[in-house]
């Protein structure tokens, strides 16, 4: 199984990596032989369609990475042994961070628990397992990461990394809540310490533009890869974009709706100014070039 794909900007014109950990769907078959739960509902924890929503980004002057794989198997948005311990038999040979409140969730870097508060595994799987799937899958997607944000750091003197993701709607997760209240985008910079406040501000207006309501760091305020790319200090700068699903699709049936293709234009255009303005929003900060 092809691990992720790297869609590349001719030309590159900006040192922006737009990333779709989660955008993967397909499986290993050792996985789906130790689990107990139907595929359907595992993809229904993913955010589908995200990385179709960007894949304009090549054309503003960007690169797009993306996960092959569902995060259900593996979730490269957690630190590699986020994990509960509970999960596994044998020899826990390395130190866990067992007590993050993704993991209490059910939701670590191997996840417990699905989308619906359902077990996925039949019953605990070996510790080896988790470390061959840690080494196998999770590792070379953040040394590829790494290795595309950094590659050139020096010459555009700085990286922005848009980790792009999707969150369920009100309705489809059944609230007792109004859907009015829910916000249309989420954008996670960890409280302003992630990226300079001109990138975020920058986003915010932008989706603001088009009507769509715009909340900040609560419930998601960015994850590993937001905390692990970010140095505003250095110039390297990480935000979080969640959308909410219904937004673009219908979440029971996972397919696309008719506003899918607007909520395209309006991403498609965000590429686009953040190409054009991307070394103004650095210098607002103080720090050029």
């Known amino acids: 199984m092809k691990l992720y794909s790297v869609n590349k900007a001719n030309p590159k014109t900006n040192n922006i990596l737009y990333n779709c950990p989660h ?12 689990i107990d739960i139907d595929k359907q509902t595992l993809l ?31 979730d490269t948005n957690r630190s590699a042994y986020e994990l509960d311990p509970t999960m596994f038999y044998g020899n826990i040979s390395s130190p866990l961070l067992s007590e993050s409140a993704k993991v209490k969730l059910g939701y670590g870097s191997i996840a417990r628990l699905a989308y619906n508060r359902k077990e ?12 061959k799937v840690i080494e196998q899958y999770y590792n070379p997607v953040h040394e590829k990461l790494g290795s595309l944000i950094n590659e050139d750091h020096e010459k555009f003197g700085y990286s922005l990394l848009v980790d792009c993701h999707s969150m369920p709607s009100y309705e489809f997760l059944d609230h007792k809540i109004s859907s009015t209240k829910q916000p249309d985008i989420i954008l996670g910079d960890l409280h302003g310490t992630s990226c300079h406040s001109a990138i975020t501000h920058f986003v915010t207006n932008h989706f603001k533009k088009y009507d769509l309501t715009v909340a900040h760091n609560t419930p998601f305020a960015g994850g590993y890869n937001t905390n692990h790319y970010s140095d505003p200090a250095s110039n390297r700068h990480a935000i979080q974009i969640e959308i909410k699903k219904s937004l673009y699709m219908d979440e029971k049936n996972r397919s696309l709706n008719k506003y899918f293709e607007p909520l395209k234009i309006i991403i498609s255009a965000l590429c686009y100014h953040l190409d054009e303005n ?12």
């Open 23 to 34: 955008s993967g769907e397909e499986f290993p078959s050792e996985f789906l032989n130790l």
């Open 44 to 74: 229904l924890s993913g955010d589908s369609f995200v990385d179709k929503l960007f894949d304009e980004v090549v054309n503003n002057g960007s690169q797009l990475f993306k996960n092959h794989f569902g995060r259900s198997f593996i």
């Open 120 to 131: 996925i595994y039949k019953d605990k799987i070996p510790f080896s397992y988790a470390q």
């Open 278 to 289: 991307i070394n103004a929003l650095i210098s607002q900060n103080g720090v050029t070039k």
